[in-house]
């Protein structure tokens, strides 16, 4: 017993000095081993927002080149993705007209961190992300009436995504790619004692430290293409500041909590297409079944990052996200007010 209270004690003291968070990054290095698809768009930018009690939020933005713009897409990457893992996407998206924004959740990416380590995930509470998408939209972005906005969460960001749509984030349709809906495990008795003690900041069990030796997307089997497998490693590997392994005790719980709030809140009344993964996705479809207007489009992808995927199965699911956006983009310019004469 005696043990255990000092075990507790050494704890305590360690989360209450959790070392020292970081700023957002804003100047990565392209890595010498990547091909120009996987490097930023043309006229790429990085940008910086704040919110109160938050570390500063990195995003980025890039433009078609030489036309209008027809609608904006607003990405929010999974956890442990950099904006720079969707530089391919991007790319074509800006080709086909669009502009494209990236924005990263505190604690992810080149977004400043709670905490060192700072390859130690840990969030405060996915509705924080929430707030900063829809701070973003509004007063950042500030889609026109003829370009509308399409948000798109991946992963556990999709939990992001839908709180804030929920919460009115300005929206005309929503996409969830490989959305993570999966219930976490209940935590164990000595989990739930140290939350109460408030050491949410400290390493889940199995947490390691970022390792160049550390295998790649492809290797672990998340994405189904070798070559876009190893753009995420390939990133940190050139930028430190880019590097994150796994969570904090405070994130699953936090994951839990918002899964439990976007179930009990109202339907969405946007258009809303779910891209499936193509195991767990029960969870996804249940969701999307409950809204009244979710189109569940199924794939056959193994991996869960879609958009790192085989060639095959990414053309599909890159054509369900542009059906989607051109549809929102042509029905925006229908009914888009005429200028003053």
């Given amino acids: 017993m005696q043990r255990a209270l000092l075990l507790i004690a050494a704890l305590v003291l360690v989360a209450c000095d959790p070392g020292q968070g970081r700023e957002a990054f804003t100047d990565s290095r392209p890595p010498p081993s990547l091909a120009p698809r996987f490097l930023a768009p043309e006229g790429w930018a990085w940008g910086v927002v704040q919110a109160q009690g938050q570390p ?130 209940p935590p164990r008795r000595w989990e739930s004692l140290a939350s109460r003690l408030g050491l949410t900041r400290l390493p889940a069990p199995g947490w390691s430290a970022w390792s160049r030796e550390a295998p790649d997307d492809y290797a672990t089997g998340l994405a189904s293409d070798p070559w876009r497998g190893k753009v995420r490693h390939a990133w940190q590997t050139a930028n430190p500041d880019l590097r994150l392994t796994g969570a904090s005790l405070g994130w699953a719980p936090a994951q839990s909590q918002a899964l439990s709030q976007i179930q009990a809140g109202p339907p969405l009344g946007m258009p809303l297409v779910v891209l499936g993964p193509a195991t767990g996705a029960d969870a996804a479809q249940t969701f999307c079944a409950a809204q009244t207007a979710c189109q569940y489009a199924a794939t056959t992808d193994p991996g869960r990052a879609l958009h790192l995927g085989a060639e095959t199965y990414r053309t599909l699911w890159f054509q369900t996200i542009m059906d989607l956006i051109s549809q929102m983009s042509a029905r925006a310019r229908a009914v888009a007010p005429s200028p003053p004469a």
């Fill in 56 to 185: 500063q939020l990195r995003y980025g933005v890039s433009s078609p080149a030489g036309i209008g713009i027809r609608a904006h897409v607003l990405i929010v990457p999974a956890y442990g993705e950099s904006a720079e893992v969707w530089f391919e996407t991007a790319r074509q998206l800006n080709a086909r007209g669009y502009g494209v924004w990236v924005l990263e959740r505190a604690g992810q990416g080149g977004s400043g961190r709670y905490l060192s380590p700072h390859d130690l995930g840990h969030t405060e509470g996915f509705e924080t992300g929430a707030e900063a998408v829809r701070s973003l939209i509004i007063e950042v972005i500030r889609p026109a009436d003829e370009a509308p906005l399409i948000l798109l969460g991946a992963g556990d960001a999709a939990l992001t995504a839908v709180m804030a749509a929920q919460a009115g984030a300005p929206a005309a349709a929503l996409v969830l790619s490989a959305p993570d809906f999966r219930s976490q495990p």
